[in-house]
């Protein structure tokens, strides 16, 4: 978009199943780590790790610290004669069954084994004891204790395999943990976009049928080139030519799916059109930048975008907010400059400038005032600087003030005052270019009163600190016409859309009814949120 929405459309917290792409990405790292974390806190524990029978064999000593007598439970001191180990339960396979010597308390025990290692622990077996001269045959319970010559290597290596994997995939797990993020957020902004659309079809139908959705799918791939720029000379009336042009294509769009509607509710729904596109299209630019991600696995590529997250979700919901209030003619944050102009209005006689632009003449604090404002109640922007252009062409203007909605940075109250020189006006430049033009032929001075709020505020249903800040505009408006010096009118622009907003007092009461309601209704959010906040995950 060039220019027709000069301004960005809102957003809305949304409550749904998240569908997980990445499964087989989380698998895989859930895998690594259990082969990564288990086996090294195994290794401070299992003496020796069980694996699988191997033509691998060793010779490990064990010391039998107590052999004991399964019958009578009694330890049995052997007297130096020799064991023979006949049968071995749990699984202990012998191959060697060598020969035990026997101290006064303890014997020890040589043997061969089949495994690579095994658990220490207790064992029962059946042996042949040599005791007192006399042979008998036994069943013994023998704790096994001590170390075998592969611990010592055993749990070093254990503890270096979870290094080595972690070397080799370490920022391979980092992209796609990273991926997995950016799936969740493209899942996320496509649910929004949808949401998007269902808020402009339902202001067109109550049942839209298959055609009027696709189409509208077809119209969210509009799109505007912009000019060559290359020689700065005559770029405003290519652009202003091009804006012109791409307003008949959404109005005339929109006067084809919406033909029952007047013309007031055909500006709402070309503002909530806006507002989906733009949704729609920065859900397709990130997607695009989550593909290419997957596609080339570059790191950088990914951390750049996964840093910008928070940004791009802020605006996709405030575009989804956005979307909604236009789409239903609500107030949002940029009417403010219409509000002040309709307030000033009162109930003076107004004009109607061109097909989005109304004037309105009066006598104020003894003075002649002008005052332009873009046509309401329905969603529009107007053409002021034309209108403005126009008129300064033919009659005698010693100031024009220019009133409207400015980006605040962090930290500033939303709805303070400032007051400057120049033509506050935003959008692409064409009618700033108007404006600029006129008071630099004329001599004309140009001030200027700005609202603060941040681009979410701006683009959302007007909050309290914005109407709030009201009464301290017209006080600093009336300063403005106090110290203009010079005999002739003054025009005061209400630069912003005026959806929601009339053209009149009369009209503008009826906003802040508007403005009072959505007030509540976002308090009771801000309430259910908090409440939200400390809810048990379970």
Known sequence: MINFMHKSFG????????????????ILTLFICFICIVPSCLAGVIIDVPATPSPVRGSTSR???????????LPIKPDGGRITILDVKNDLKIVDKGSMVCDVGSCYYDWEISYFSFLAGTYEVSVEVSYQGNTYLRSLILEMSGKGIFDDFLGPFIGFVPFLIFIFLYQKMIIWQIQFKLERNVTFLERLSKRAE????????????????KDIKKFMEFFVISPVNLDPYGIMKKLEHLIDQEKWRFKYFVEQIAKGQDSEKQANIMMGL?????????MKLVRHFVELIKKTKSQYLALMLQMQLPLIERIAKALLSGTEALSNGWPIGDSIGACVAANLIENSKVVKADEETVVSRKKYKNRNLIIIKARGPGGRTGNPGRVLNKI?????????????AALKLEGEKTGSIAEGVGAAIGGIGVERTHIEEIAVKKNIPLDSIIIKMSQEEAITPMKKEIIGSLPVVMQVLDETIDRTKGEGKIIIVGVGNTSGVGNNKKDF?????IIEKNIRKMKRKSKKKKKSLFKLPF
């Open 11 to 26: 957003g809305k917290k949304l409550n749904f199943v998240l569908v997980i792409r990445m499964k087989k990405y989380c």
């Open 63 to 73: 010391i039998l610290t107590h052999v004991y007598d399964s019958t009578s439970g």
């Open 198 to 213: 269902y808020f402009v079809l339902k202001k067109i139908t109550k049942k839209p049928n298959p055609k009027i959705k």
């Open 274 to 282: 806006s507002g989906a596109m733009s949704l729609y299209q920065l």
């Open 392 to 404: 300064a062409k033919k009659e005698k203007i010693v100031k024009i003030v220019t009133i409207d």
């Open 509 to 513: 009461e009826n906003a802040k009814k």
